[in-house]
């Protein structure tokens, strides 16, 4: 027989109603053997006591169903982001709050860099959050005359350069390509878009490029996630699937006993995989043969349009409140049930992105007619991000069997932007309403897209019973959940979206021993502290996992 | 190897889905007669080759010596991989995505060193109209007309004669200075296409609120005669009130066996040599972009006349 563990801790909350609470959990194999109280637990017979959580709480581990490996991979370069952030190793990264604060943090990077003809990449640039002439070369040149140094914005849709850099690349004002911007003299910002325009620094992108597929993205990712209490945790379309060296990498880096974490990579049929749907569904089908406890595969990701504060997603009228409208499909929308069709019909699980309101109402359409088409119970398909979805669209999701995954990390680091710019008054006060969606009966979740904003369930969860902004704002209070449905939606939640609920997401007898380890109880604190709460670490399989730094 | 890369023209073709882009490319493919002809698409799946030609997941090689190949790996590496087919190609056809700008790629194309992206938008005559009032792709129907040099109005068999006026005057109402050519079947010829001129693309749509859709004109035109230096530099300093940007291959009098890349912009111009003419006709194409607000074509003609054309009437 094997051996039996039984952890005892301050409390435990289950997430499970009908055996919601316990003081101590065993384990065998990997696996929960029971909930309750010590005596209960020792009738299983002889079993090691570990005691370490006797002031800890624990709660089933955070489970994030939208997260991707650029997490782990930016990790490689240096961070300056509006927001304090811990990295892997939990260090704190310094909020950067104006351009002086980037340049002295460029130029401490600059300075820890022994090389002088190693390129400083540094991320996390919103300029949303900046008033102000935009960042530009000169800028950036207060930093460094002959380092090349490349800001890669918060959107991964912009860097903005140095002179150093464009000269190296040639870059001028006779440079006559769309994604460099220049200014009103005429000479290039330093400023580049898209893949035209940072596609000119080649050695840079290729820098990127290769860490975005590196083991070290993946491992990071996860030593991120086991910092934040993250015990399951998904790569959402980024990863190029149909290649069979990144696949064996992705089950060697995460098959090993040592990985804090269980990983579902979705594929996404725009990246790396075969252009015929049937083709894609067909490696994502023989991929789940090689799923372990550790890795699902198996989930596909369609992304459907852009981002609300990049005033790329597609929004239904009136549109944006302020600022240019370059909404854009990634996909011809008439594409879309087609492409959907292929693998709905092979049982698979879709998750699509949709930021804006139009693009929500295009997969409620889109799986309205593939039902129709190929009947199928249970399918769990699921909106991403739901940020402007109406209450008349969550209906329809109710009624077509559809989920939600709710993007309420926005609330607090965009929201104030949303209220004042993007969406205005009457949209910002509804969206990422996971209220909405429980009113109209849909299973929900949040999540936190990490990179775009980083890992960690309580977080999430204080956002959805706070609904408040970086300025203090609440954005309706009306729409405030409770903290347990909040917790709800950061474990059982986004497990049952993932069909991972028979595993993942609750305390329960005969599933796995996925914990996350508190320093105080999430449901005893005042809901505004919840996202206070210290994280000593967690448990995967009935292994400790403690965070670094802490 | 830059001589080359100026020498492959690029064709963007583009259109919502279901126009009739990939029939259009297979008849380009088809009567492409002498012309190397290389060809991006999504996939092969519908285009009428022979599976068993297959040079790899990826390349395709007809027997007529044009190459297809997939945006599997994207549009830089699939360019990459036309560029540098051996003999070198002389045409490049990029089949976009239903929903792409086809002016973001026609800036791939310069990024990747092609001498001018000329925009082919299809145009299915029976949807049109119910496209334009799509609530899902309106606004995508509308931009990609705005890009076209040349438009094709495909199936035109399909609708009847008012239709036909309805439609025309909506697509010049977007795009006044794109050509309009019928097809039935995407039987375009390979003429139609040259007809169109060096047209540099539009910028696309950016997020300078200012620089919306349709602000731009571009203007072009084909100098038989060589041009002498200073006539040059007499056009470009005139230009400077009207004009945002201005680019040709140019034949020089006093250097007449090379091709010159002439560049201009508000700020500066250069003029340097690139290659020979070889086999081409040595002549100057010289193409103006600037706010269509400002009577671009009006003025650049006048200027023309004056500096280019040696015609000061």
Partial sequence: ?550 | MTAVLEDVAAIVVGGYLGAGKTTLVNHLLATAGERRVGVIVNDFGRLNIDASLLLSNQTVELANGCVCCTLADGLPSAFERLLSYRPALDTIVIEASGVADPRKIAAYARLAGLRDARIVVVVDASAIRRLQHDRFVAGEIDRQIRSAGLLVLNKRDLVDDATDADIRSRLNELAPHAQIVESLFGNVEWSDLAAQGPAVAAPPQDDDAVQHDGAYESWSIVVEQPLERANLDGFAAALAPHALRAKGIVAIRDDPERRHVWQWTPQATSLEARGEWGNEPAQSSIVVVGLGAFGLSTVCADLARMHLLGDPS
Wanted: charged share 20%.
């Fill in chain 1, 1 to 550: 027989m094997s051996a039996t563990t039984i952890f005892k801790a301050r409390t435990i909350h289950t997430m499970n109603p009908s055996r919601p609470r316990g003081e101590a959990v065993a384990v065998r194999d990997g696996r929960v053997l029971g909930v309750g109280t010590l005596d209960e637990l020792l009738e299983w017979g002889p079993a090691t006591i570990d005691d370490r959580f006797r002031d800890l709480v624990l709660l089933p581990g955070f489970v994030e169903a939208h997260s991707h490996s650029a997490e782990g991979a930016l990790w490689g370069f240096s961070y300056v982001g509006y927001f304090d952030r811990n990295d892997p190793s939990g260090t704190t990264w310094k909020a950067t709050r104006s351009i002086d604060d980037l340049v002295d943090r460029l130029r401490e990077a600059d300075a820890r860099l022994s090389d002088p003809s190693k390129p400083l990449i540094a991320w996390g640039f919103d300029p949303i959050y900046f008033t102000g002439p935009r960042l530009s070369a000169a800028d950036l040149d207060r930093v460094s005359s002959t380092r090349q140094i490349f800001v890669l914005h918060a959107s991964l849709h912009i860097g903005t350069v140095n002179s150093a850099l464009m000269k190296a690349y040639g870059i001028d004002r006779s440079t006559d390509i769309e994604g460099v911007i220049k200014g009103v003299d005429g000479n290039p910002s330093g400023e580049l878009q898209e893949l035209q325009g940072m596609g000119i620094a080649k050695q840079i992108v290729g820098i990127l490029m290769q860490r975005f597929t590196s083991p070290d993205a993946i491992r990071d990712l996860a030593r991120c996630a086991r910092n934040a209490g993250v015990t399951t945790f998904t790569e959402l379309g980024t990863l190029p699937l149909g290649d069979a060296a990144l696949v064996s990498m992705v089950e060697k880096v995460v098959n090993d006993p040592a990985f804090p974490g269980r990983f579902a990579p979705f594929g996404n049929p725009l990246i790396g995989l075969p252009a015929d749907p049937a083709a894609a569904a067909q490696v994502l089908v023989d991929l789940r043969e090689r799923n372990t406890d550790k890795l699902y595969f198996g989930n596909v990701k369609l992304v459907l349009d852009g981002s609300i504060q990049g005033f790329s997603a597609k929004l239904r009228w009136p549109g944006y409140f302020h600022g240019p409208d370059q909404g854009a499909w990634n996909m011809p929308p008439a594409q879309v049930p087609e492409v959907a069709l292929a693998f709905h019909s092979r049982g698979l699980l879709i998750h699509a992105h949709c930021n804006g309101d139009l693009t929500t109402e295009l997969f409620i359409d889109t799986v309205e007619r593939i039902l129709e088409q190929h009947p199928r119970w249970d399918h769990r398909h699921t909106v991403q991000h739901c940020q402007l979805t109406t209450n008349a669209m969550y209906r329809r999701m109710k009624a077509l069997g559809m989920c939600a995954n709710i993007f309420t990390n926005h609330i607090y680091y965009w929201g104030d932007q949303h209220r004042d710019i993007t969406v205005g008054p009457d949209r910002a006060a509804m969206m990422n309403s996971p209220a909405m969606a429980r009113r109209a009966g849909v299973p929900f979740a949040l999540h936190c897209d990490a990179s775009v904003t980083p890992l960690g369930g309580l977080h999430l969860a204080w956002t959805a019973a706070t609904r408040l902004t970086a300025s203090g704002r609440v954005l309706n209070e009306l729409d405030r959940i409770p903290v347990g449905d909040a917790l709800d939606a950061v474990t059982i939640g986004p497990a049952y979206q993932l069909k991972l609920d028979a595993e993942v997401g609750s305390i329960e007898v005969g599933k796995f021993a996925d914990f996350v380890v508190l320093e105080d109880d999430p449901f005893a604190v005042d809901p505004v502290e919840l996202k206070n709460v210290g994280v000593w670490g967690t448990v995967v399989g009935g292994v400790p996992f403690q965070a670094e730094g802490g």
